[in-house]
């Protein structure tokens, strides 16, 4: 009888893990339209692959993460990425990697990957960091998580999740960033809602905010700062 038991257990989990493997994978960019032609360009869910014969260690690498962001903007930092597109050797591994400067007062503003999770640490400075939940229940806040982190400390923002890092010390500020997708993807919201091109339409804004029209207009007026 316990044989049989186990057996059938077995059994069930045998069927929930090809279940849980049965669904589409994770997109790897925006969007895949749909083409009936065969002969037309065909995007795919990441990049096609390079022919194993011809790969060499130059595909694997990348030098100048030594070499500090320009900060002189708006927002005071900058991002220097290293993912699927400038190292090809990334593709299908699921990993990419950040060097994050901040100018001093420096803010990477506010922003989501849409198909990675973020572990930061910082090498210098201090950082004001957070992130914030998701919409809750009823009757509820978002949420807000946030860490004074100095150098070595560690801290994740879990994927799709609205995030933040601010340089509050005099001096300038340096962290890395490791995200789990080859291509994590990047919406800054301020950039996004008020910087969209075409312009979403100011009543849509005006209603979502709860402000007049002559402040979205403002907004959307204003030069958005790609930090990226």
Known sequence: MALKSFVLIIAILAVVTSISHASDPSPLQDFCVAIND???TVFVNGKVCKDP???TADDF???GLNIAG????NVGS????VNVNNLPGLNTLGISLARIDYAPYGLNPPHTHPRGTEVLTVLEGTLYVGFVLSNPGPNMKNKL???ILHPGDVFVFPIGLIHFQFNVGKTKAVAFAGLSS???GVITIANAVFGSDPS????VLAKAFQVEKKVVNYLQSQFWWDNN
């Open 61 to 63: 690498f990348k030098s």
């Open 182 to 184: 080859q291509n994590p």
């Open 70 to 73: 320009n900060t002189s903007n």
């Open 145 to 147: 998580f946030t860490k």
């Open 38 to 40: 065969s002969m037309t």
């Open 53 to 55: 014969k011809v790969v």
């Open 200 to 203: 979403i339409n100011n009543d």
């Open 78 to 81: 900058a991002v220097t990425a």
